[in-house]
């Protein structure tokens, strides 16, 4: 018997424990589970884990980069990215007290799958992107900066807080942007806003947008929303009305999902 999981404050939205489930039949391993785990704090994580013999789990929001301290090692990908979305567990003989020692080591699947997906977003369009905003600056805006830069596009973070920031300006100064826009400008949703329940939300107003898309045959505007609950989200919904070309994140947690998996039948 193996079991997996997915821990974050709130996981109304998910599908990961849908898609493992999914694996499992497939692939006939009748005895493993993945569960759903919310989580208010990560209090008392490494306790849960031995407590209800977890094999291996992944991290959502918003705990990406606070679950980094309580690990024991980190991957290079994580390391490099400073945030992490999926834990192997080593365990160690049981000692003579009857504890078993663990490891908990960090990676990170969110930057690959991100930077595989776009790069088929990106392809139709036969243009190289010129710039890019990212949305946010949690663990997930991470995973896209380090992948962004993999590919060696420009990045610029967008915060309500661009003080507290590198490379980071506010949605006002995105929205005074628009008019110098490049022909391919990508804008990345990172952040939560917008996701299953809050579907009336949006991170950012593209009205301001409507004469960088009439600025000429060549101006494009590609939006890619993580989000993949609703879909389309509000956001993708007034992307493609204004005529960009929209995607949204499902795509990505597949893959991810996909990458979590190898490293969990490795520590198997």
Request: net charge negative; charged share 20%; hydrophobic share 40%.
């Amino acid at each position: 018997m193996k079991r997996f999981a997915l821990i974050g404050r709130r996981l109304g939205h998910s599908y990961s424990q849908r898609w493992f489930e999914e694996l499992f039949a497939r692939e006939g391993l009748c005895g493993h589970s993945y569960s759903l785990v919310e989580m208010p704090t990560l209090e008392g994580l490494c306790d849960w884990v031995r407590r209800d013999h977890i094999d291996g789990f992944n991290v959502t929001v918003p705990y990406k980069q606070e679950i980094i301290p309580l690990l024991d090692a980190l991957d290079e990908s994580a390391a490099a990215v400073g945030a992490v979305n999926c834990v192997t567990v080593e365990r160690q003989a049981t000692s003579q007290s009857g504890n078993q020692a663990i490891r908990l080591i960090g990676h990170n699947t969110d930057a690959p799958a991100f930077q595989e997906t776009l790069q088929v977003f990106i392809q139709s369009n036969n243009q190289a992107i010129r710039q890019s905003f990212i949305l946010g600056t949690g663990g997930a805006a991470r995973a896209v900066a380090y992948a962004l830069g993999a590919l060696g596009i420009e990045y610029t973070f967008v915060s309500r807080h661009p003080d507290q920031h590198e490379h980071a300006i506010s949605y006002e100064e995105l929205v005074s942007f628009t008019p110098h826009l490049s022909p391919l400008t990508l804008i990345v949703n990172a952040t939560p806003v917008g996701m299953y329940p809050a579907v009336d939300a949006t991170p950012l107003d593209l009205s301001p947008f409507t004469q960088a898309l009439k600025h000429s045959d060549n101006q494009a505007i590609l939006i890619y929303d993580l989000i993949y609950n609703p879909s389309p989200t509000r956001l993708l919904r007034e992307a493609a009305a204004l005529g960009a070309k929209a995607k949204d994140g499902l795509e990505m947690l597949h893959r991810q999902a996909e990458l979590s998996w190898e490293w969990f039948r490795q520590a198997e």
